[in-house]
Each structure stands twice: as C-alpha cells, then as structure tokens.
C-alpha cells in the first residue's frame, strides 16, 4: 500500500458541523483536513450521486502535523479546535471556497498556570470527555467516571451521578469513563464504559438501561421525545425512552465519534467516526448515501 493509501485506511473523523445556512456541512480529520460537503446537492432521493459526487466539494489543510477534535458553527465564523490552540475560519470564504484561511487564533498553553481562568470547575480527578450545558445547568462527564451537574450561575457542583456503582449499568471490562452525556428539563442520559442509561433529571434515579450492543459510548443526545447514541458498535441508534429501539442505522466505522443533524433547510443525520466514510441519513432512520472525504 501507499503511504496516502494507508492514511486513507487509518482516518478518522472526529467532529462535524453544519454552515449557518443548513446548506453546507463540513467534517475534520486526524490530517487536520476539514472537507466541505454542499448538502443540497447531497439531499436529492430522486437523482442517483456519482462517484464524484459522493467526495467533498473541496478540502483544504489547516496544519498536516495535527488532528482537528473540535468543530463549531456560529453566523460568521467556523470555530475550529486542535491540540493547543482555537482558529476561527470565515464561513464566507469556505463557502466560496476562496482564500480559506485563518482569521484569528487563540493559544491554549499546556502548563497549568499558563492561561487566566477567573472561573475553575474542578471536581472532576481526570480528563473531561463532554459538556453539554442547557439553561444555568451544565453537565459534564469524564475519565474518572463522574457526571457532575453544575451550577453556571455561582460556578458550583450541585449533584454527581457515578453510573458505574450501579451494578446493572457497570461493565468493569470497559472502564467506568464516561464518553457522553446529554439532557433535557426532565431527563439525562449517560453512557461510556457503563452502559448507556437513563436518569431522571432532579431526583437522579436511573429509569432506563438501555438494551444495545456496543464496546463503549460516544454519543449521547436527548433530542425531542428520543435518544440518539452511538460509540464502538456496528450500529448508530434512535430509541424511545423506555429502551425500545427504533432504527439501527449501520456505521461504516468500527467507532463513532461524531453525530449531527439538523430538520432545514435540508433534514440530514451525518454520522462519522473511525473511517473516511460519513454516513448520511435523510429521515433520520435509513442510511442513504455515504459519502468520502
């Protein structure tokens, strides 16, 4: 095999987002290339992709000797997250695909007392692997097996959940790291080393173990009356609260590591992971088309 074979082989896709518009969604690898993906040309049952077709609109490389782990859309700006430092990208020029370069960066050093943070949420003993933040509430899992619920309003831990106590949800082959939390008012869902479960938002007692087969979770999403999940599994899942499954959508990587999903302009599921390969779903149900970068 090639060199640039064997790196086609061994890509991962770590994160995904969608453009302002809903029109364009774009995908970062451990190459630190970010593809661009025209999604209304992408979204159209009635006409059958080329080859060509199925692999971005174009790329460009924002550093060879880095992985990209973060992406974030805002209207003006793609927010992109490597080791060690933020860059901003205007989605004007990405859409364009004109002079795509950086506009601003921000350095995050790596020793401890090296940046000024006013506000510290410290509890967590190892690496954080989530947050998701609704309201004044965030709630973050990690390496240590805590989900820590806080308080964004006076920077205070109120409650911490350890899945992995609970010898129904524990799976000591795995670890008791936590890969993925999510919520809504009324419920929060958690999974990674222990099985995915779900937990009742203010008295946190577990009401659902979910029943799916994985190694290990990485995605974890409340959104409207279902959970969508996903990690080390053949399969990226949509389920109802009480546990039953509605739609097994087949991955074409080992791992997922990346979900998203917009209703307009263009309703799309794009889900990525351990391969080259982005897995796209117009329903949210059936895998329609996969796509390369």
């Not at 661009?36 to 550093?63: A, G, M, T």
Request: proline share 4%; glycine share 8%.
């Amino acid at each position: 095999m090639t060199t640039n074979s064997i790196k086609a082989f061994y890509n991962t896709i770590l994160c995904q987002t969608f453009s302002p518009c809903g029109n364009y969604f774009v995908a970062g690898d451990i190459y630190g290339k970010i593809s661009v993906f025209h999604l209304s040309r992408l979204i159209n049952l009635d006409v059958k992709l080329s080859k060509e077709e199925q692999f971005p609109k174009y790329s460009f490389v924002i550093d060879p000797n880095i992985q990209i782990n973060s992406l974030i859309s805002t209207d003006t700006f793609l927010i992109v997250g490597t080791v060690g430092e933020i860059r901003a990208y205007l989605w004007k020029s990405i859409k364009t695909s004109k002079s795509v370069n950086c506009v601003w960066s921000i350095d995050i050093p790596n020793i401890k007392d090296g940046l000024d943070k006013p506000d510290v949420l410290s509890e967590h003993t190892d690496y954080i692997h989530d947050l998701t933040v609704l309201g004044n509430d965030l709630i973050s899992g990690g390496e240590d097996g805590l989900v820590c619920i806080w308080d964004l309003r006076d920077y205070k831990r109120i409650n911490t959940i350890q899945p992995y106590l609970n010898n129904d949800i524990d799976r000591p082959e795995l670890g008791k790291w936590i890969g993925a939390v999510g919520y809504n008012e009324d419920y929060l869902i958690c999974g990674g080393g222990p099985r995915l479960s779900l937990w009742h938002f203010r008295s946190l007692n577990h009401s659902t173990i979910f029943p799916i087969e994985d190694k290990g979770i990485h995605i974890a999403e409340i959104y409207q009356d279902k959970i969508f999940a996903g990690g080390r599994s053949p399969y990226f899942y949509q389920m109802c609260f009480n546990g039953d499954i509605i739609a097994e959508i087949p991955t074409s990587g080992v791992t997922t590591y990346s979900a998203i999903h917009q209703e307009e302009p263009y309703k799309a599921l794009c889900i990525a992971g351990s391969s080259r390969k982005i897995d796209v779903c117009s329903n949210f149900i059936y895998r329609d088309l996969v796509l390369t970068v």
